[in-house]
């Protein structure tokens, strides 16, 4: 039902029951909050949407208040301004002063709000809490005395499936925590790094390496090696000042020689080499009978298993992820070398430090970085993108990649496997014959592939929850199926350590370049599968390992 | 006896629910009627004894008064029954029993501690009743009275209540379904689904206009309309008995003398709105009432009155009862929904209200123990009668715990509209050791002071409304001239920053920052730094925009009345603040860090006992020569004033 309501004294139309904050945000007026989320129900916790009601008595949520037609609403209030600063200057009160060594300086929610609302001066300084910092998880840090307990990660968690983040005790007791209070080590986090996303202050990080690399880059010792992740190349530019979505990869391995690395490679190499491998093996996974099969290039989608679906293992196709194929590639040709890995990804680094994708105590990974470290890594030695000229990266093989961005959405791996099958097995498949795609918004894309006479569902999705409801189903079905699970949603364009929000407007443009990107390549897919047999032969699989409770 | 499920047997079921639907009619099994008769108590051959057994009177000797009881009966070779029933509601006589011998009325005698039971007995047995500690008389029904012996309804803290949810309590044994069906209980529900419809239920509690008794008073009807108006395939009926405002003990009370009253409630309420399930959500620390309530349970479902198709109706419904873990913000309704599903107890934003999206997203009528206990009555003996006490907006009854500086302590139910002052001076007696009254805190953490000057308050919503109070749960603290309010409301603030569930942001900081500010007034700082006056100041200007900003943006009653009894004091007792911010004293000398002690030199006559007892070595002196203490040592704890055997020591 249509219905008007009155905004600051301006006649706003919408729709009955709709919730109050959607209706001011469409609308242009902007309402500050810390604990609403795109997607999520309203929790009401952070009270900093509340907004003024005439004729209720006191102060309403614009979170959790849906329109109803008499309202006359009041944004921006004395009342409510004043209540909205009370509410930041008592979250600042007991607030550690570190905005300065703080990873989210200038990023940070708490901090814009109290600019914004003016908040100058400290109007009371409560008991602090020292809590501990937990540094327990080879890939997020978790500070808990900077939360502002707006339950954002906890919520983000639950919906991974994970729920390895929960609030512990009550009143001014209660703080973020893993499972008996342990660290994150020892709860089921997969390390996809979402709530770091979500965090609206510095409470959750990433584990950084920035100063490890720097003084690698500066020693010389090594040979330094850069593998740049497809996602990461159209996720820079907003920083750097391009338009949101271009793709700057030219650029940045400009920057990254100039830098100092002395080999620069592109991950949509690896991520073919793999997709080949992957294809090998493929055949098995259509003719073994009804069930589930699993591809296995998300780090956390593995540990995901690892933790809590061991009864899984056995369904992952053994292919190791691009970027620990790329690692072994290269530590085979030269062994003293230094690799780094620029990723979207938190999983990575967590990836990177476990015992099997180690040499000798040595990860095969030297270092993950995130796309904020690497942005950082660039503001920090100077690079000027205006003036530097577009490179091509280094190739361990003589062929156009076939897949380029794809890998980084949800989907391009089932579409990269769709193309490395119709070389690899050009009897039983053929390209033409299957022109399923899986591209477009839906988190869950769903195709049916013909392999001789046996059907095979394919199924690309980029939520866990639906993911798995959709495996346990599959092992009731009668067809074999392929999943492709990935941790973060839409793919690794979202991915733990990715810059900015996960709104659609950043995400919208970065989506659109990636599939323009694409080409239709025919002729050329041979030659690069014949170019990957020659590097990929002494390849070992994976191996999978349960949790030790 | 205790926690045995007494069979009635089979044959005479069919009779007793037919006396139970039609009432008592000439054609009514005569087995039956002696079943009732004997669980009335009208019959007996033996010598019957009632024992209070609840938690509060076993702290108050109950258990050795029964012991001492048995003994005497064995040492006499006397047959004696003896009963254990819930408590009267007047803590202060516990431990009451009750005898009655055959024939006789029911005497009451309270406190009876346990070396006085064999004089007592001796006495009564030789038909002989002493006035010490007698409570009264009360009438079994057709027996013969005690000449002289007063009426316990004409008993000081019985005089001018009006007990209808309360009127079993203290005489019927809790665990026994047929001692409450004796007297009339379950009669209401029996009735409903042999001849009731839905809807009539509904117009009945509607035209009794009850409200809710848990504070706000909202209508109980229009909550069963909303939820009656979804169309939703499962509904559920909650009854709230996690009370747990301190000073407030009414529903523990109720429950553990007759937790059937609230059941035949909750029956009732699930039968009008359709619920298929009902859910009583109590805690586990509150054992008596959990394992009472979870016989009374049973017992009903013994009796086909719960369970599936009851009595052939075709309305099936079934009681669970829930412990909680002990949280007061579980007391809150989404919060204790939320307890029930399993997940951490928080509150979540309203609307939706749990009557349209309740536990596990269905529609759930949520009423407090004293709300359901009112639905047994209307619909037993109407409306107009339920209307014919109270007030025009407040019908019906309300139960009040007695709690803090009352002379009498306990629970009474009075018609809504009664005068608080009566209340205080007849059936609390007063204040204790004749003390002045100041105030009195209505309504728990969350509630309004009540000055002595406005005592002559009516109980009920419109006055409290008007006068801009909260009649809250029904919790009365009574404070008096030796009760500080600053510290009261320095200790209620810390109950509400530990107890708030931590959610939102201005219940979890602004507590906190209140309850610090509070803790700067009543306290001295460890080490005098410069800054602390100035931060004591300048946290009591910010404590009046701070209480109003928490108020009006919390998410839950908890926080939105966190401030209430702050504002009031900061209202009825400013000079009492003034006095412990500026001066740096406590008028009543509660504050610890702001009283000090002195000898009078007159009266000490150096019997070195505080020298001894004190722990900061303060007392300086010898034995026979009078004492002193070092006012810099002193710490204000107060053990010199406790252990001086003749008053030497005063609050300066």
New interface residues.
Partial sequence: MQIEIEVNGQILKTRKGDILLSVLNQNGIRVPTLCSMEGFP???????C?VEVEGMA??V?A????VEEWMKVNTHSA?VI??RR??VE??I??HPDECLYCFQNKHCELQKLATELNVMER??R??QFTRKIDRSSPSIIHDASKC??C?RCIRICDHQRVSAL??I??????RVGTVGDKGLSSSDCISCGQCIRVCPTGSLQEKGHLDELISHLHQKQQQVIALVDPAVMVSIGDELGFRSGKDVSGLLFSALRKIGFDQVHSGSESVDITMFQAARLWKHTATKGPGPSLISFCPSWMQYIENLRPDLMSCVLPVLSPAQTFGRLIKDINTNSYIVYFSPCVGSKMESQKAEHQKEGIPYLNSVMSTRELIQLIQLFGIDFDRINNEVPDSLLNSVPMSRLLSSLSGGYMEGLMKAISVVDPDNYSLDGNKAKFRGPKSCKKNIMLHYTIEQKWTACSTLDEGINLIDQSMQSKYPELFEIMACPGGCINGGGQPGNKSDKVNKPRIKEIYDQDSELSGQISQLYAEVSKVSKKLPVLELKAKED | MHGNIKQISQDLLPGLLDYMAKGLKDDTDEGVLNELAFHKRSIIKHPCLFVEDSNSAKAAGSVQTLQAIKDWAQSKALHLDVVLTGGLGYLSGQPVIGIQLPGRNRLFFGPVQDYQVSHLMEAVMKHFVPEENLLGQWDVGGQIEWEGVPYLHDHPFFAGQERRVLRLNGIIDPCDVMDYIAWGGYNAFVKSIRFYTHEEIVQLVEASSVRGRSGSGYPAADKWQKVISTTARKRYVICNADESDPGAYMHRVLLEGNPHVAIEGLMLAAYAIGASEGIIYTRSRYSNVVDRLECAVDQVRELGLIGQDILGSGFSFDIKIRKGPGAYVCGEETALIASLEGKRGMPRPKPPYPAKSGLFGMPTLVHNVETLSQIPLIVDKGPQWYKSVGTEESSGTKLFSLAGRFNKHGVVEVPFGYILKDLTDLNAQGVKNCKKAKAILAGGPSGKFISSKNFDIALDFEDFEKSNLILGSGSLVLLDESSCSVNLISHLMKFIQKESCGKCIPCREGTRRMAEILDKVIRRPERDKEHDTLHRFKGVTQLNDLARVIGETSLCGLGKGAANPLLSALEHFREEFEEHLFNRVCPAGVCQDLRSFVIDAEICNGCYVCFSKCPEQAIIGSPRQVHAIIPDRCTGCGKCHEVCKFNAVFIQ
Avoid: W
């Fill in positions: 309203p929790t009401g916790a952070c009270r900093l509340i006191d102060l949520p979170c959790s208040y849906p009342r004043q209540a009370t509410i008592l979250l009160s007991n109007k009371g409560t008991r502002v307990l339950g929960e609030f005790s009550r009143g001014t007791e209660m």
